[in-house]
């Protein structure tokens, strides 16, 4: 078990095991090519958060029966900040845990240092769409089936808004997919268990068993496979 990524909560995670099958797919190299073996939810995210995630793995990190260098990753969401406000925001987390090189950038390694000598690799990458968002925004971005229920919420968006209301973009994201989910992707027979088959609260059976609701070849991924190219 050489390889961890750290996820911001269990419907990151299920995304991201799905990204990962759907890259050893589309290159046609023969698995495990990317051997994420462990993916740790944090629930959420603040800097005490991520931080006691980093020290426990750091604890735990002797322990392991390994023989190459571990290769750490950390997703989470960009939400409204600048790259640069979350590489701080990851580097202040990384150096409570860990003598580490100062991070810089995404999607690039850098040589961390545990306990009894422990070596590490980490490297992060913050989940968008065109620089902004979380899961949700870019799920919207790489649907993969025509979405007239949840297209239709624009015209109830602008409505709200002609009345002096107002729905924040995430707000609407995440409303969105789960319109998608319950209305666009959901066949007669999963309606009989909605809540089950088509919700983000059963995440899991979704990217299980519909993963073709969303298109694994747009452009909006790129930069997530260039991440888990690390892994490689």
């Not at 789960?178 to 990217?207: P, W």
Request: proline share 2%; net charge negative; glycine share 4%.
């Amino acid at each position: 078990m050489s390889n961890i990524v750290i996820v911001e909560s269990k419907n990151d995670e299920f995304f991201m095991k799905a990204m990962v099958k759907q890259l050893n797919c589309d290159i046609e190299v023969e698995p495990p090519l990317y051997k994420i073996d462990e993916y740790k939810p944090l629930s959420g995210l603040d800097e005490t958060k991520l931080t006691n995630a980093l020290k426990a793995l750091k604890a735990e990190l002797p322990k392991r029966d390994i023989e190459d260098i571990v290769k750490i990753g950390i997703i989470i969401d960009i939400d409204n900040y600048s790259e640069q406000e979350r590489l701080e925001f990851v580097d202040r987390c990384i150096k409570q845990a860990f003598e580490a090189e100062s991070l810089s950038s995404t999607k690039q390694f850098i040589n961390i240092s545990g306990d009894n000598g422990t070596k590490a690799k980490l490297a992060c990458y913050f989940t968008n769409f065109e620089g902004q968002g979380e899961l949700e925004t870019l799920l919207k971005a790489i649907k993969a089936k025509e979405s007239p229920h949840a297209d239709c919420l624009y015209s109830w968006k602008s409505c709200i808004e002609k009345e002096g209301k107002q729905i924040n973009q995430k707000g609407f994201d995440k409303f969105w997919v789960s319109i998608y989910l319950r209305y666009d992707t959901c066949s007669k027979q999963d309606r009989k268990q909605a809540e089950k088959k088509c919700s983000m609260l059963n995440f899991d059976y979704v990217m299980e068993h519909k993963e073709g609701i969303w298109d694994w070849d747009n452009s909006a991924l790129n930069d997530l496979k260039d991440f888990f190219k690390l892994f490689c």
